[in-house]
């Protein structure tokens, strides 16, 4: 049992380029979400999704796309990468019940030059 | 008023004492109370969670203390390991929300 598997797990980009990051879950859940994490900023999250299909913007959305064609799958885009888009990103997800904890991934390291 | 506010930012501890990492809040809407455990390299993981109708949680060496009133609940670590050293989180949520506002995050070192 996998968990929430993140690809990929370092990435440096040049200011300009796109990517996409690659969030996959095996436990069925209906919530995922895309957080990133700064150096005394704690977590924010970026946009989560409650369902196949869906998606919402959170706290620090501009800059980055998500798309939930699958329900196992959740993926965070890049189109024009900024030096401050440099963070460790993790995904998340979690079942719809209430006060159902959160289980991450181990993160992607990105760094845009 | 979304913000939960977390200190201190590090805690260097010896082997045996007892971190205590406090969170403050503004939006009495929350209603769920977790703590979030990350070791380097890894993604956080829950450690603990409380609910607003207690005002203390205990799991085996850590306990969440909360003070409604105050708006305010801590994460005490009883006789603490080098296997604890980690960053920990607080965090807050709204029944219904399913979305959870961070703390800053503190970092924990046990000296052993």
């Known amino acids: 049992n996998a968990g929430v598997t993140q690809t990929p797990k370092f990435r440096v980009l040049k200011t300009g380029q796109s990517m996409t990051l690659l969030c996959a879950q095996d436990?069925?859940?209906?919530?995922m979400y895309w957080y990133r994490q700064d150096p005394g900023m704690g977590l924010r999250l970026i946009h989560y999704?409650?369902?196949?299909?869906?998606?919402a913007k959170g706290e620090v959305p501009d800059g980055y796309n998500v798309s939930r064609l699958k329900k196992q799958n959740f993926l965070l885009g890049l189109e024009s990468a900024a030096p401050s888009q440099t963070s460790v990103y993790f995904c998340?997800?979690?079942?719809?019940?209430?006060?159902?904890?959160?289980?991450f991934g181990n993160g992607t390291r990105l760094t845009v030059t | 008023q979304q913000q939960v506010k977390q200190s201190p930012q590090s805690l260097i501890v010896q082997k045996g004492g007892i971190p205590i990492i406090n969170c403050a809040y503004e939006?009495?809407?929350?209603?769920?109370f977790p703590w979030y455990q990350q070791f380097p390299g890894k993604g956080p993981a829950l450690l603990i969670a409380?609910?607003?109708?207690?005002s203390e949680k205990k799991e085996g060496r850590f306990t969440i203390s909360f003070n409604k009133s105050a708006k305010q609940f801590s994460l005490h670590i009883m006789d603490s390991q080098p296997g604890d050293s980690a960053t920990y989180f607080c965090?807050?949520?709204?029944?219904?929300?399913?979305?959870?506002?961070f703390g800053t995050g503190t970092r924990l070192k046990v000296l052993a």
């Open positions: 998340a997800s979690s079942d719809p019940t209430y006060n159902s904890p959160l289980h």
């Open positions: 436990m069925n859940h209906e919530y």
């Open positions: 999704s409650v369902g196949e299909g869906t998606t």
């Open positions: 939006n009495t809407a929350f209603d769920y």
């Open positions: 409380i609910r607003p109708d207690v």
């Open positions: 965090a807050a949520s709204r029944g219904g929300t399913y979305k959870y506002i």
